[in-house]
């Protein structure tokens, strides 16, 4: 279930990040995974929401879209919202979602403006993404008539912050925990994580399935946790599809669990402060991510 609602969201999303190379093969890919139940995920900053309007045109489909720190102040996230709704072609977003928080802006002003949006009907509901615990209690004491339903946060056999307090909250809570870049930027294949991807090979090879699927088996066999890899073919939607279906063993999965020495620091970690102390960074990233698409 999405948070304490009875929305059923299906455990596996497709991410949009840096899509819209080869839209053809991208729009072909999205669908096929529609086609199979996953959800699909984009962002006013990701510069692919007219890619996922074209995708979901005339199907049915659960869509996460995400409205940009320095859109924030009220009549910004009306705007932002409406914005995204004439991109994707659509009457209402399933879910919405805060891209990061921005301590510029009072979080009850902004809260405002998405409890305001559901209840016009233009979403449904209400999400945040890279929220601290700190963060997300504040945000969710600031509204009145509402509910967060998710936070969505890296999240893979890596990157582990969220482990102990936040994922502990969000369980307790009943905060659905989306997981972007399960598979860590492709961190997994590198020669110095060998000894981890050898480990998911072997637990795979049990299965017949690859360390791939083992991964994202893991993350979704979690309690409140969702996945959103973004695949750019329907080849490898296939792959990431062959992660559901089955299970890991619990001797399997306390493996993976215990397997931290390789964890490293979150991108969310690393420039946390920058990212959290202003939105005016957002401004720049959606530019500088237009300008390189236009160059690709």
């Given at each position: 279930m999405l948070g304490r609602t009875r929305?059923?969201?299906?455990?596996?999303?497709?991410?949009t990040w840096y899509l819209n190379v080869r839209p053809n093969e991208e729009i072909?890919?999205?669908?096929?995974?529609?086609?199979?139940?996953?959800?699909?995920d984009t962002a006013e900053m990701y510069g692919t929401e007219e890619l996922v309007g074209t995708v979901i045109e005339g199907r049915k489909a659960f869509v996460a879209t995400k409205v940009s720190p320095h859109h924030f102040r009220r009549d910004d996230v009306?705007?932002?919202?409406?914005?995204?709704?004439?991109?994707?072609?659509?009457?209402?977003?399933?879910?919405?979602?805060?891209?990061?928080?921005?301590?510029?802006?009072?979080?009850?002003?902004?809260?405002s403006a998405m409890e305001r949006l559901v209840d016009d009907g233009k979403i449904r509901h209400i999400g945040v993404s890279n929220f601290s615990v700190g963060e997300l209690r504040e945000?969710?004491?600031?509204?009145?008539?509402?509910?967060?339903?998710?936070n969505q946060v890296e999240y893979n056999p890596l990157v582990r912050?969220?482990?102990?307090?936040?994922?502990?909250?969000?369980?307790?809570?009943?905060?659905?925990?989306?997981?972007?870049?399960?598979?860590?930027?492709?961190?997994?294949?590198?020669?110095?994580?060998?000894?981890?991807?050898d480990m998911l090979d072997g637990i795979g090879a049990k299965h017949g399935k690859s360390g791939v699927q083992v991964a994202l088996n893991w993350l979704i066999s979690k309690r409140q946790v969702v996945a959103i890899p973004k695949a750019s073919t329907v080849?490898?939607?296939?792959?990431?599809?062959?992660?559901i279906g089955w299970s890991l063993s619990k001797k399997e999965a306390e493996?993976?669990?215990?397997?931290?020495?390789?964890s490293v620091v979150s991108l969310e970690r690393k420039l946390g402060f920058v990212l959290k102390s202003?939105?005016?960074?957002?401004?720049l990233a959606t530019k500088g991510y237009s300008k390189n698409k236009e160059t690709r």
């Open positions: 929305e059923k969201l299906p455990v596996l999303g497709l991410g072909r890919a999205l669908r096929y995974g529609l086609g199979k139940g996953a959800f699909i009306i705007r932002a919202c409406d914005a995204s709704l004439k991109r994707l072609g659509v009457r209402r977003i399933d879910l919405y979602q805060l891209h990061w928080p921005n301590r510029r802006v009072p979080i009850s002003e902004t809260m945000a969710q004491e600031s509204m009145k008539r509402h509910e967060i339903v998710s912050d969220i482990e102990g307090e936040l994922l502990g909250f969000c369980k307790k809570n009943k905060v659905t925990v989306i997981a972007y870049s399960p598979l860590g930027h492709g961190g997994l294949l590198k020669d110095k994580f060998s000894g981890l991807m080849e490898h939607v296939k792959e990431i599809l062959g992660s493996a993976i669990d215990d397997a931290r020495d390789y202003n939105g005016a960074w957002a401004g």
